[in-house]
């Protein structure tokens, strides 16, 4: 049964996979680990029911709770960023929401910690986690403008929502060397692709491209 809704069929089938793939070629995406892993990745469990047929659409859909799935170009374009350097031993990721970037992170990097503000997106998440089998992503209910300290510092942390300034504790958490990919800026004001690479005198940043994503909010809620 979960075999099945995994595999997908129709709307959901492999078929459409590839040509999403297709599509992110086409647009610039030339990590091929990144990729395989998006064509191989059951998108449509990460969504609700109702809107499994449009999953590989590349477009954005909402989750409920006033958020979204990201897009899929934009979650191969950070994760390509990401691992431009080399792939890391453990990622950060601030915003687990549907749990679709991490899934996918799972997959390229050996270690995921994930949090999440909103407690029954995480549960949704971790159920669909659960039914891909992924083991080494680890999740937690927490305000993620905090990051996750105890296990800090990380080579390598991602931000699927938008904060309009960098919250200093994402980048105190960041390794010497470390990466930040992060969308940076006020929802009306036009937002920001950004990477911030951690050097021993500061921090180098570099604008990808233009976004839109949620603002980040702080506060845990249920």
Do not use: C
Not at 5 to 17: L, V
Not at 55 to 73: K, N, W
Not at 146 to 163: E, F, H, Q
Not at 193 to 221: M, N
């Amino acid at each position: 049964m979960i075999d099945n809704e995994i595999q997908g069929i129709g709307m959901t089938s492999q078929r459409t996979r590839d040509r999403l793939v297709d599509r992110l070629r086409d647009k610039g995406i030339k990590n091929q680990r990144v990729l395989e892993v998006i064509r191989t990745t059951p998108r449509h469990i990460f969504v609700d029911e109702a809107m499994a047929s449009r999953a590989y659409e590349d477009t954005a859909l909402p989750i409920g709770h006033g958020q979204t799935i990201s897009q899929p170009y934009i979650v191969a374009r950070m994760t390509e960023i990401l691992l431009e350097a080399g792939v890391p031993d453990v990622v950060l990721e601030v915003g687990t929401g549907s749990g679709y970037q991490s899934a996918v992170l799972s997959r390229l990097v050996p270690k995921i910690y994930t949090v999440e503000r909103i407690s029954a997106l995480l549960q949704k998440a971790r159920d669909a986690h659960r039914k891909m089998g992924l083991l080494n992503v680890f999740s937690k209910h927490s305000d993620g403008s905090w990051g996750w300290a105890p296990n800090a510092p990380y080579p390598a942390i991602l931000v699927t929502a938008a904060p309009e300034i960098v919250p200093p504790s994402l980048l105190d958490q960041l390794a010497i060397g470390g990466r930040l990919v992060i969308p940076v800026g006020a929802s009306k004001g036009g937002q920001q692709l950004k990477l911030y690479v951690r050097t021993e005198e500061g921090f180098e940043e570099t604008i990808h491209e233009s976004v839109h994503f949620v603002p980040l909010l702080d506060g845990a809620v249920r």
